[in-house]
C-alpha cells in the first residue's frame, strides 16, 4: 500500500500521507525510516531541527540498496532552520543538508519559520536551536523576502524541486505572494480538530498552494515535551466525537483525525514505530468520512495552537533576551 498524490503548483506529485521525522531518535531513526519505505510509505518530512538527517539518509540508503525503492519513488523533504535566513547561508546550508541525507536534490526545501535568527556556524554547533550562545534567543536581520528569494535559487541550481514554507499566518503568506518568482508549493501548518485554521486553508486553496498538516493528533504531540497546555488539554483520542465516529466507520481515532484532514484535500505526515499502527496510518484515504462526520469534528475548533516557538521546554530552556553586543 502506498498514499495517492496531490499535484503541486511546481508540477511535482506530492504523495497526501507520509512520515513525519520530528522526535524520531537518532538510534532509532534509520531503521524507523527503513521500515516505514517496507510498509508502503515514500514521503519522508525531516528538517536541520530535528537532528536526525544523517540517521534518516542511512535508513533511505539501505531501502535503495536493498531494491525496494529507487530515489525517484520517494519524496524527501527538509527545512531551512532559523539561523540560516541570511541570503549567503541558504545553499551551503542546504548542501550540507543533502549531503548528511547522501541525496542530490531534495523534492520539497521549506523555510521552517518565518523567524530570523543569528547566524551560528554549523562547525560551533549543529542542529543550533532557537539559540545563539546556548541560552538567549538572538535575532538575526534577514527578511523573509531575501530568505524567500535565495531559497528560489536552490530550484534554479537543482537543490530543490519544489520549495515551500511552515508556520506563515495569512498576512505573511499574502505578503510573501508579492514578490514571489516561485510562488510556495506548499504550506505546513499546525492542523487538528482543535486548531482548524479555515481562514488560512481557503487562502493557499485560492493560491493552488496545498496545505500539510503536523500535530494532527493534537495535544498527544506535545505532551513528552510537558506543555502545561497540552496535558491541561483531553487529548483527541479520547474525545467523544472523535471515538464515536470512528466506531461508526470500523476505523481508530487516529484514522479517523487523519482521514478528516486528507479527506479535504490537507497532507499529512504522521509517525509511529509499531508496525500495525504504520500501516493503520497509512490506510487513510481509501474510505470516506460522512459529511456530517466532517462537519462535526471540525465543529472541535478552538483555535488552541500548542507550537509556539518561544515555549518555556525542560528540554531546552530559553531566556529571551536581545543582546546589543550580539546582535551588531
Same mark, same amino acid.
Given at each position: &500500500?502506498?498514499?495517492?498524490?496531490?499535484?503541486?503548483?511546481?508540477?511535482? +506529485?506530492?504523495? #497526501?500521507?507520509?512520515?513525519? #521525522?520530528?522526535?524520531? !531518535?537518532?538510534?532509532?531513526? /534509520?531503521? +524507523?525510516?527503513?521500515?516505514?519505505?517496507? !510498509?508502503?510509505?515514500?514521503?519522508?518530512?525531516?528538517?536541520?531541527?530535528?537532528?536526525?538527517? =544523517?540517521e534518516s539518509g542511512q535508513g533511505v540508503s539501505r531501502a535503495i540498496k536493498e531494491?525496494?525503492?529507487?530515489?525517484? *519513488?520517494?519524496?524527501?523533504?527538509?527545512?531551512?532552520?532559523?539561523?540560516?535566513? *541570511?541570503?549567503?547561508?541558504?545553499?551551503?546550508?542546504?548542501?550540507?543538508?543533502?549531503?548528511?541525507?547522501?541525496?542530490?536534490?531534495?523534492?520539497?526545501?521549506?523555510?521552517?519559520?518565518?523567524?530570523?535568527?543569528?547566524?551560528? $556556524?554549523?562547525?560551533?554547533?549543529?542542529?543550533?536551536?532557537?539559540?545563539? *550562545?546556548?541560552?538567549?534567543?538572538?535575532?538575526?536581520?534577514?527578511?523573509?523576502?531575501? !530568505?524567500? =528569494?535565495?531559497?528560489?535559487?536552490?530550484?534554479?541550481?537543482?537543490?530543490?524541486k519544489s520549495i515551500g514554507i511552515s508556520n506563515f499566518a495569512a498576512v505573511l503568506? &499574502? $505578503?510573501?505572494?508579492?514578490?514571489?518568482?516561485?510562488?510556495?508549493?506548499?504550506? =505546513?501548518?499546525?492542523?487538528?480538530?482543535?486548531?482548524?485554521?479555515?481562514?488560512?486553508?481557503?487562502?493557499?486553496?485560492?493560491?493552488?498552494?496545498?496545505?500539510?498538516?503536523?500535530?494532527?493528533?493534537?495535544? =498527544?504531540?506535545?505532551?513528552?515535551?510537558?506543555?502545561?497546555?497540552?496535558?491541561?488539554?483531553?487529548?483527541?483520542?479520547?474525545?467523544?466525537?472523535?471515538?464515536?465516529?470512528?466506531?461508526?466507520?470500523?476505523?481508530?481515532?487516529?484514522?479517523? #483525525?487523519?482521514?478528516?484532514? !486528507?479527506?479535504?484535500?490537507?497532507?499529512?505526515?504522521?509517525?509511529?514505530?509499531?508496525?500495525?499502527?504504520?500501516?493503520?496510518?497509512?490506510?487513510?484515504?481509501?474510505? $470516506?468520512?460522512?459529511?456530517?462526520?466532517?462537519?462535526?469534528?471540525?465543529?472541535?475548533?478552538?483555535?488552541?495552537?500548542?507550537? $509556539?516557538?518561544? /515555549?518555556?521546554?525542560?528540554?531546552?530552556?530559553?531566556?529571551?533576551?536581545?543582546?546589543?553586543?550580539?546582535?551588531?
Open positions: &500500500m502506498t498514499s495517492p498524490t496531490v499535484k503541486l503548483n511546481s508540477g511535482h +506529485q506530492m504523495p #497526501l500521507v507520509g512520515f513525519g #521525522l520530528w522526535k524520531v !531518535t537518532n538510534e532509532t531513526c /534509520a531503521d +524507523q525510516v527503513y521500515n516505514a519505505i517496507k !510498509t508502503g510509505y515514500r514521503l519522508f518530512d525531516g528538517a536541520c531541527d530535528y537532528g536526525n538527517e =544523517q531494491g525496494f525503492v529507487k530515489r525517484s *519513488d520517494l519524496f524527501l523533504v527538509s527545512k531551512l532552520w532559523n539561523s540560516f535566513h *541570511d541570503a549567503p547561508h541558504v545553499e551551503p546550508i542546504c548542501r550540507k543538508q543533502l549531503s548528511d541525507w547522501g541525496i542530490d536534490y531534495f523534492d520539497l526545501y521549506i523555510m521552517h519559520f518565518p523567524i530570523s535568527l543569528k547566524y551560528v $556556524d554549523p562547525k560551533d554547533r549543529y542542529p543550533p536551536g532557537f539559540t545563539y *550562545d546556548g541560552k538567549n534567543v538572538v535575532p538575526g536581520k534577514a527578511s523573509i523576502q531575501e !530568505t524567500w =528569494q535565495a531559497m528560489e535559487k536552490l530550484v534554479d541550481a537543482g537543490l530543490a503568506l &499574502m $505578503d510573501l505572494l508579492r514578490y514571489a518568482r516561485i510562488k510556495p508549493a506548499t504550506l =505546513q501548518i499546525e492542523h487538528h480538530p482543535y486548531l482548524t485554521q479555515e481562514g488560512l486553508l481557503d487562502l493557499a486553496k485560492s493560491e493552488d498552494i496545498v496545505v500539510t498538516a503536523y500535530s494532527s493528533f493534537g495535544p =498527544q504531540s506535545y505532551n513528552e515535551l510537558e506543555l502545561k497546555k497540552a496535558q491541561s488539554t483531553a487529548l483527541l483520542f479520547d474525545n467523544p466525537t472523535i471515538k464515536k465516529v470512528a466506531e461508526k466507520h470500523g476505523k481508530t481515532p487516529a484514522q479517523v #483525525l487523519l482521514r478528516w484532514a !486528507t479527506q479535504r484535500g490537507i497532507a499529512v505526515i504522521p509517525k509511529s514505530n509499531d508496525q500495525g499502527r504504520l500501516k493503520q496510518n497509512l490506510d487513510v484515504t481509501g474510505w $470516506d468520512l460522512e459529511k456530517g462526520d466532517l462537519e462535526e469534528i471540525s465543529g472541535l475548533n478552538q483555535n488552541l495552537r500548542f507550537n $509556539d516557538p518561544l /515555549a518555556v521546554s525542560p528540554f531546552q530552556p530559553l531566556k529571551v533576551s536581545i543582546i546589543a553586543g550580539l546582535t551588531s
